[in-house]
């Protein structure tokens, strides 16, 4: 299994901005996408913005297209989330995840089958 860990969070204000990082243990050519996903205070967890490591493209929410960028350097095995306009309600704790393993619960988001696995995320909080 890939293991993730997820860095960069922080309190800033409305209009203000982050960079996530999600360092990975490991790319393999069997890593097929890697995801930022979300949960806010009492709410489901949703997906953010997905990558598809083989080719780059990208995959976003409405709730955060023109505003997040998710990309990619290999050379680090870490996958970055900068997020610009931060809104209050993209007040949350992100996680990253990767490609599901076999007989292990996955989540769909983009085109892609994400390992329900949870890390420790990184929490981000953004003020009036």
């Known amino acids: 299994q890939v293991q993730l860990v997820e860095s960069g969070g922080g309190s800033v204000q409305t209009g203000g901005s982050l960079r996530l990082s999600c360092a990975a243990s490991e790319y393999t050519f069997s890593t097929k996408c890697i995801a930022w996903f979300r949960q806010a205070p009492g709410m489901g967890r949703e997906g953010v913005a997905a990558?598809?490591?083989?080719?780059?493209?990208?995959y976003y929410a409405d709730s955060v297209k023109g505003r997040f960028t998710i990309s990619q350097d290999n050379a680090k095995n870490t996958v970055y989330l900068q997020m610009n306009r931060l809104e209050p309600e993209d007040t949350a704790r992100y996680y990253c995840?990767?490609?599901?393993?076999?007989?292990?619960?996955?989540?769909?988001?983009?085109?892609?089958?994400?390992?329900?696995?949870w890390g420790q995320g990184t929490l981000v909080a953004v003020s009036e």
């Open positions: 995840a990767t490609d599901r393993e076999p007989a292990y619960v996955g989540t769909i988001f983009g085109s892609c089958d994400f390992d329900e696995r």
């Open positions: 990558i598809y490591t083989g080719r780059g493209s990208t």
